[in-house]
């Protein structure tokens, strides 16, 4: 039942009260008039379904980068655990290295609007400076190619970092939301005008509610969708699934 009312929050109350507070206010003011509601609908749908969209988008390049993620880093764990110049001590403590990347990497994307990378960065450092240390040690031709693979990893925990910082434009997300609240004070007199106030309200009072409520359940989902890592929405990914020890 619960992933049916995740789409609620606070959001949805305010919304409808609005609603509610305009139907009583237009039948006991009489207040009707018949317009055009194309521009309205324009004003909230395209910028509704522009950011959701791009919030699915989101999701899939992060999605699409995890995976780069954990292929890169599984990659560099299996070079040096098979790399016969190395002593069990030290495949021990690169296999920590790496597994210490792994959890900060998701322990960085769970913290949402925390956009500090410094425990990530001095973690991935950590790869150089055990070549650095074991270089007489590590032959060269694995240690280009856990160069190359560090590379790989590098790209994609920049590109998550990207996805986790940087949102859907707040200012096209004010707008929608600021239209959606404003849509009942439009919408309202004219449904009654073209019911006729010698209908039912009750009518009225579900057609209204309903389409408010569709407007800002489809803004909460696109809202939960835009940040796809705190696993409070049906559709976040499961960050469990890319560790590299999962």
Same mark, same amino acid.
């Given at each position: 039942?619960? *992933?049916?009312?995740?789409?609620? +929050? ?15 206010? !237009? ?34 390049? !992060?999605?699409? =980068? ?16 098979? @790399? ?7 495949? *021990? ?13 998701? !322990? =960085?994307?769970?913290? +949402? ?11 991935? +450092? ?12 590590? /032959? ?13 990893? =590098? ?6 970092? @990207?996805?986790?910082? =940087? ?21 309202? /007199? ?31 989902? *696109?809202?939960?969708?835009?940040? /796809? ?18």
């Amino acid at each position: 039942m619960n *992933q049916y009312i995740t789409v609620i +929050n606070q959001r949805t109350f305010i919304a409808l009260i609005i609603s509610f507070a305009t139907l009583f206010f !237009a039948y006991r003011y009489n207040i009707n008039y018949n317009i055009d509601l194309t521009m309205i609908s324009i004003a909230i749908v395209f910028p509704l379904v522009f950011t959701i969209r791009s919030s699915f988008r989101r999701r899939e390049k !992060a999605l699409e =980068h995890l995976s780069q993620f954990r292929a890169a880093i599984k990659t560099v764990d299996y070079f040096f655990m098979t @790399a016969e110049t190395l002593t069990d001590e030290k495949k *021990q403590e690169i296999s920590i290295i790496l597994i210490e990347i792994s959890e900060n990497t998701i !322990a =960085h994307l769970s913290k +949402n609007r925390d956009y500090s990378t410094s425990n990530l960065d001095d973690a991935v +450092n950590k790869v150089y400076l055990f070549i650095a240390e074991n270089t007489e040690i590590i /032959p060269k031709r694995l240690k280009d190619k856990v160069i190359r693979f560090m590379n790989d990893l =590098h790209e994609s925990v920049e590109n998550l970092h @990207a996805i986790h910082a =940087h949102r859907t434009p707040i200012s096209l997300k004010a707008y929608c939301l600021i239209f959606i609240y404003i849509f009942p004070l439009i919408y309202t /007199p004219t449904i009654i005008n073209r019911i006729g106030l010698e209908t039912t309200i009750w009518i009225t009072y579900f057609v209204v509610i309903l389409s408010e409520f569709i407007l800002i359940s489809l803004y909460n989902i *696109q809202d939960d969708m835009e940040y /796809p890592f705190d696993e409070k929405g049906l559709d976040d990914i499961n960050l469990s699934n890319f560790k590299i020890d999962r």
